[in-house]
């Protein structure tokens, strides 16, 4: 019987014998011919999910703590000063009044007062007695307690902390109260659909287990400069900060660190810093009770697919080198401004983000392979890392915004809506353009809403390079952009620097 036909008998009111039959038949086990062998099968993945997850929390929640701080902070005229309001003369209520309003912050005192927090953690070395949790959780805190799952209270120590990655490690005795630890798993292995289980300690109520499943992974939040999230439906609320997330095998595979939520409660979108990242952190804090990181020392800026048209890639990806920092690992001429890195270590480089965390976690002094994009051709080039300090910061460059057109030569070449002139020292002054930018062609003006103000363009910048030959001269460009044409480029590929000597790269439109 085909599908219409049995509809044509729903709507004749014909097909109650035929889903009497339908009910028989599966009770008995027989399929009705009308109906493909395959629909009353159920499939594997239907019978695979877990039955109870009983035993394993059992097994895991003794090794979960709370995270209770407390700060001293000094009181400010910003504290709610709740005014009291006036009872009648020989109200009964006025003693309760008095004590309610002179509690009130700002009330009785302006001194400094006590702030407390709560957060999660978990044991991970039973013997050292070591803690992690998240770096928020402990932040300026003046007293770190770990509670454990039977009521028990252990003073802790700051071992460690890092905020760019959100993680810090905490010390208590082990002889004060018995540990049970948990190990990290391989975050790496976790798939999309896998189960997963989160424990911690929710609006302060204690040890509290919740499941789901990896909703994504590799989620940025633009939360730090190292975001690779996994994102988990498990229940996360306020005070799940710092407690792990465990796979099917007890093995911590992310640390709870924040969630999506216009109400503040669990909507079911939380984010947990994989073990792949954290592992690393965690031994060299423990080891240095700091992080050193990788440092490659470059500026770098998304790859777009005018970029990548513009440099005859076939992908958008990468990280294209926006400039060098004087001082640097590669400041030697190893890389160069217009590379494209697409390969560091082994490891590709899809996106501009993945650069900078995975240089982070490489060894400092660790000689590695860098492979880059250079002219249109692939080069595979050796760069020995540094140590990335506090004060360095792999950014963009930022762009210049004088105006100024005093003492401009009356020569000058309008393209694309840009006013070029040549550099030089009437320039220089005009424009406050130093010594760093050696070569180039100032952009003297930028006219509103033209292809290279919406780029970003403005007066005062200096163009170094067009399709990655330098210029010097406002005809350069001009016979650039003839080149490209020719070669049917519907793109230019400018690099430009600002007044201080910062460079980026911005695509300019040829073909219309």
Known sequence: MKISEL??????????????????????????????????????????????LADLSESLIDSVVNISTSQTVEASSGDRNVPRPQLPDGSPFQEFFDEFFENQPGS????????????????????????????????????????????????????????????????????AHPLKAVKFGDSDAMRVGDWVL?????????????TGIVSAIGRDIQSGPYDNFIQTDAAINRGNSGGPLFNMSGEVIGINTAIISPSGGSIGIGFSIPSELATNVVSQLREFGETRRGWLGVRIQPVT???????????????????????????????????????????????????????????VGKAVDVEVIRKGKKETLQVTLGRLEDGEKLASAEDGDSDDENGLEESSVELFGMTLNTLNDATRETFGI?????????????????????????????????????????EDIVDAIDNLRDEDRKNALLMIADKDGNLRFVTIRIDG
Do not use: C, W
């Not at 802790?156 to 208590?172: C, H, M, N, Y």
């Not at 989160?198 to 509290?208: D, E, K, M, S, Y």
């Not at 509103?448 to 007066?459: I, N, P």
């Open 198 to 210: 989160a424990i911690g300690n929710p609006f302060g109520l204690g040890g509290t287990v919740t």
């Open 434 to 474: 130093g010594d760093d930018v050696v070569d180039g062609v100032v952009i003297t003006e930028v006219a509103e809403g033209s292809a290279a103000a919406r780029k970003g363009v403005s007066a005062g910048q200096v163009i170094m390079e067009i399709a990655q030959e330098a210029v010097k001269e406002p």
């Open 305 to 363: 697919d005018d970029i990548a048209e513009s440099l005859a890639m076939d992908d958008a990806k990468g990280a294209l080198v926006a400039g060098i920092i004087e001082g640097g690992p590669v400041d030697d001429g190893t890389i160069l401004p217009g590379d494209v890195i697409v390969t560091f270590d082994g490891k590709e480089i899809d996106e501009m983000r993945d650069l900078p965390r995975i240089v982070a976690e490489s060894p």
């Open 7 to 52: 509809g044509a008998q729903l709507r004749s009111g014909m097909a109650r014998t035929t889903i009497a039959a339908l009910s028989v038949a599966t009770i008995a086990g027989t399929v009705p011919a009308f109906l493909p062998q395959a629909s009353l099968v159920t499939p594997a993945y239907a019978q695979s999910g877990p039955v109870s």
């Open 108 to 175: 009785g005192s302006s001194g400094p007062r006590k702030v407390q927090s709560l957060g999660s953690g978990f044991v991970l070395d039973a013997e050292e007695g070591i803690v992690i949790t998240n770096n928020h959780v402990i932040a300026d805190a003046d007293e770190v307690v770990v509670n454990f799952n039977d009521g028990s209270r252990v003073d802790a120590e700051i071992i460690g902390r890092d905020p760019k990655t959100d993680i810090a490690v905490l010390k208590v005795d082990p002889k």
